[in-house]
């Protein structure tokens, strides 16, 4: 089954502490991002990624770093969460470069930072 | 910088009526993609129905149609004989062609009543 997955799907951590949000797609997919969804404000992209070793800044990157070592794999890291990063976050994958594309998304991490 | 607008936060309809959601958009590309996706109180994100910005005809998927006009950059979607499962949060999404940055509006949170 073609799908995007995300883990955890619920997370509650404490200021400061690191922590890795991963994301797995298995449909081949070149371009993978993150959004993050907040009340009034829609789905914003944090990071996105091209291809492999290829990752850019989207529209609220500060705090968040990704990586992209592999094609499948694109997690999100927040080195030292703040209570400002409690949100509900999205991964999502699609094919580059295609017409009558469209994104696959991950069923979402509620973070909460305490 | 592309902008999505969804100005209506909430909206309520009872079952079997129908009900149309709004979203305008602001752009200078001639070839783009619109999108509503819904998503229900499982977080999921679920794409409902896709506009191609060349296709002049509006596109049509069982219950919902959308109203895309593009002169005045509206992209509305009405849901017909609205269900109870239709109760959701949806967005209203753009993304130009060979581009994979999809933006985003707020969200309209519909409720169906029985």
């Known amino acids: 089954e073609a799908q995007v997955t995300q883990n955890p799907r619920y997370l509650i951590t404490v200021t400061g502490k690191k922590l890795t949000v991963t994301c797995s797609q298995n449909m081949n997919h070149e371009y993978m991002s993150w959004y993050r969804q907040d009340p009034g404000l829609g789905l914003r992209q944090i990071y996105y990624?091209?291809?492999?070793?290829?990752?850019d800044k989207g529209d609220v990157p500060e705090g968040y770093k990704v990586s992209r070592k592999e094609k499948r794999n694109f997690p999100l890291i927040l080195e030292s969460p703040s209570p400002n990063q409690t949100s509900l976050y999205f991964c999502?994958?699609?094919?580059?470069?295609?017409?009558?594309?469209?994104?696959?998304f991950g069923q979402g991490t509620r973070l909460t930072v305490v | 910088a592309q902008t999505v607008t969804q100005s209506q936060p909430e909206m309520s309809v009872q079952e079997a009526e129908t009900v149309t959601l709004s979203c305008t958009y602001d752009?200078?590309?001639?070839?783009?993609?619109l999108f509503w996706y819904k998503q229900p109180p499982s977080r999921q994100m679920i794409l409902v129905i896709r506009q191609e910005a060349y296709k002049q005809q509006n596109a049509t998927e069982n219950r919902f149609s959308v109203n895309f006009q593009k002169a005045a950059k509206s992209f509305s979607l009405k849901i017909s004989d609205s269900q109870l499962g239709d109760t959701a949060m949806y967005f209203c999404a753009f993304m130009k062609q060979w581009d994979n940055d999809m933006r985003f509006g707020a969200g309209t949170r519909l409720t169906v009543k029985p």
């Open positions: 999502a994958s699609g094919l580059m470069g295609q017409t009558n594309t469209e994104a696959f």
């Open positions: 752009t200078s590309e001639s070839n783009y993609y």
């Open positions: 990624s091209m291809n492999v070793e290829v990752t």
